[in-house]
T-cell receptor, first 111, second 113 residues
Framework: RKEVEQDPGPFNVPEGATVAFNCTYS??????FFWYRQDCRKEPKLLMS???SGNEDGRFTAQLNRASQYISLLIRDSKLSDSATYLC????????????FGSGTRLLVRP | NAGVTQTPKFQVLKTGQSMTLQCAQD?????MYWYRQDPGMGLRLIYY???????DKGEVPNGYNVSRLNKREFSLRLESAAPSQTSVYFC????????????FGAGSRLTVL
């Protein structure tokens, strides 16, 4: 079983739609959680951190569910520019330097 | 405002050849990392350097060596390239905003024939 699992997608949605991705992690002692965005053939970039209380940044909302060991990303009012791969990232207990990346969920937003 | 710079962007090698991927950051970050990304696998950590003068193995270190030349530079060397090392390599750094927040370079696409 992978340490961090994501549905690879693609999620194909029309502009304006609301879409949500989940990511599950296997290590219950995982400490920090993030969403990164990666455009095709580009480097990953931090989208947002995921806090225990949940957090929102404009159209993006991230939630953490420690009991069920998953994090989620909700995108409201999807834009064409949201088309990308979204990577779930978890840090390990033994070292905050060892980030574990999921293989990503691909989102396609169509006109 | 360069951030993290990697060279080369593309490289084709024959099996058994050696090469070094160069990485430099101008953000005064303490920590630097090398990842590889393969289809369906996500990014996997090869080596990291938590601070100048230290290096540690990540998840997939076999076949690679690294050098933290100074605070700015962190190089990755393939001594004898193998087709299994065909991948996209990303260098990253992290600093004051936390060890978890990475800034990546643009990537180096390596093909080993």
């Amino acid at each position: 079983r992978k340490e961090v699992e994501q549905d690879p997608g693609p999620f194909n949605v029309p502009e304006g739609a609301t879409v949500a991705f989940n990511c599950t992690y296997s290590n219950s002692a995982s400490q920090s959680f993030f969403w990164y965005r990666q455009d095709c053939r580009k480097e990953p970039k931090l989208l947002m951190s995921v806090y225990s209380s949940g957090n929102e940044d404009g159209r993006f909302t991230a939630q953490l569910n420690r009991a069920s060991q998953y994090i989620s990303l909700l995108i409201r009012d999807s834009k064409l520019s949201d088309s990308a791969t979204y990577l779930c990232v978890v840090t390990t207990m033994d070292s905050s330097y060892k980030l574990i990346f999921g293989s990503g969920t691909r989102l396609l937003v169509r006109p | 405002n360069a951030g993290v710079t990697q060279t080369p962007k593309f490289q084709v090698l024959k099996t058994g050849q050696s090469m070094t991927l160069q990485c430099a950051q101008d953000m005064n970050h303490n920590s630097m990392y090398w990842y590889r990304q393969d289809p369906g696998m996500g990014l996997r950590l090869i080596y990291y350097s938590a601070s100048e003068g230290t290096t540690d193995k990540g998840e997939v270190p076999n076949g690679y060596n690294v050098s933290r030349l100074n605070k700015r530079e962190f190089s990755l060397r393939l001594e004898s390239a193998a087709p299994s090392q065909t991948s996209v390599y990303f260098c990253a750094s992290s600093g004051a905003s936390g060890a978890n927040v990475l800034t990546f370079g643009a990537g180096s696409r390596l093909t080993v024939l």
